[in-house]
């Protein structure tokens, strides 16, 4: 590519070149570098391919970018050959036409020579121009008109959607119809089409609650003023703690200059939970909010009868499993000072819980050598007798 012109290196390829994935980087990348000549010379090669060249996932590309980058009356045959094999609704949606479509309507209204070829797409468009709205590739094409279009043309899709309004605001395709309308129409028809979704009482809240409507929402209480605003405040006060659950919501409500107070108001009735506890669920258990308690208080205090010690005397106690002929000490043994075997009412020993480690009286190391510091055979008896046994002899092995 530096050592000759890009028209040179892609003729006679065009076609072919246009049907692959990087054959079709390389044509965009010749049109851009290319002059008018080159361009000219490439785009003459998809006479009689049009078609064939929409219907591949690469081609239409380079299509696009023909139409963005040559003058109207050069490419109008394009819309020729799309003329002579499919109908405007197939094109708008077709999942590729469409987007040649919206391509053509942001370049071709400004030329009188392709005037005639664009008409006839979007007349045939524009007949049935409700179901277009609602379909997932042809609403972008309604989109584009309502951006690009004349007034009258708008007014088309407005009124087709207007019929029935519910259903336009909350499908989510054609909402976003109706938030083009809400940015580039007259602003008397924007005016308009405010007041006819705030007159359909509780479909402003409705659309504010879903993903695609909420954006048209916020539109809307832009182009409202005076009556109508205090009428969309009055209904988005109703859901507003709904909408105060999402960063959306929340902005929605303070483009409508609804504060806390119209949340709360909105909420449940605040006097029966007063003097309930706030509570989160965390998991599946239900974490009651609660000031921290003191810790030095904590480990201070040894009374054993009070309730932070009442489940002491319950704990039963562990007994590990043997399994291996002989036991090993598990660790090299830790003098551990202030921790001690704990003995319950009925004279049996249990094992140390956290609690009865806090409490524990220091133990001295000369009177009687700490559990911790024993082999698994030796905390096994002290655990399950009532009281702990001598300590076998060095080398003794445990069955």
């Not at 009258?152 to 309004?165: F, G, K, Y």
Request: aromatic share 6%.
């Amino acid at each position: 590519m530096p050592l000759m012109p890009s028209a040179v290196v892609v003729q006679g390829l065009v076609v072919h070149l246009s049907m692959d994935q990087d054959g079709c980087r390389l044509l965009q990348s010749a049109l851009e570098s290319g002059d008018g000549a080159e361009r000219a010379a490439m785009t003459m090669e998809f006479y009689g391919h049009v078609c064939d060249a929409l219907e591949s996932p690469h081609a239409h590309h380079v299509l696009q970018r023909i139409v963005e980058l040559m003058p109207p009356s050069s490419v109008s045959f394009i819309l020729r050959e799309l003329q002579s094999k499919w109908s405007p609704a197939f094109v708008a949606r077709h999942r590729f036409g469409c987007r040649v479509l919206e391509r053509v309507i942001e370049h071709f209204p400004a030329c009188p020579q392709a005037g005639a070829e664009l008409a006839y797409f979007l007349e045939g468009i524009l007949q049935d121009a409700a179901p277009h709205c609602y379909h997932s590739f042809a609403t972008f094409v309604m989109q584009h008109i309502l951006e690009y279009g004349s007034a009258e043309q708008q007014r088309a899709i407005v009124n087709s959607l207007c019929v029935d309004l519910w259903r336009a605001a909350l499908d989510m395709h054609a909402v976003g119809a109706l938030d083009k309308a809400l940015s580039f129409q007259p602003l008397e028809d924007q005016v308009a089409l405010a007041s006819a979704i705030l007159d359909s009482e509780g479909l402003l809240t409705r659309m504010a609650l879903t993903r695609k409507g909420l954006p048209v929402a916020r539109r809307l209480l832009r182009v409202i003023d005076g009556a109508n605003l205090e009428q969309a405040r009055r209904q988005l006060s109703g859901d507003a703690a709904k909408l105060a659950r999402s960063k959306g919501g929340k902005a929605l409500l303070s483009a409508a200059k609804l504060g806390d107070h119209a949340i709360q108001d909105g909420s449940t009735d605040k006097s029966s939970v007063s003097n309930k506890p706030r509570q989160h669920l965390m998991l599946d258990s239900v974490i009651v909010e609660a000031p921290a308690p003191d810790q030095a208080h904590m480990l201070s205090f040894s009374d054993k009868n009070s309730s932070f010690f009442a489940g002491v005397k319950d704990i039963e106690a562990f007994v590990p499993m043997v399994t291996a002929p002989v036991m090993q000490p598990m660790m090299h043994p830790y003098m551990m000072s202030g921790w001690a075997l704990c003995q319950g009412e009925g004279g049996s020993f249990m094992m140390p819980g956290q609690q009865q480690m806090v409490q524990a009286t220091a133990c001295d190391g000369t009177k009687a050598e700490p559990w911790w510091s024993s082999t698994v055979a030796e905390v096994n008896s002290l655990w399950c007798s009532a009281a702990p046994e001598e300590p076998p002899t060095q080398g003794m092995m445990v069955d």
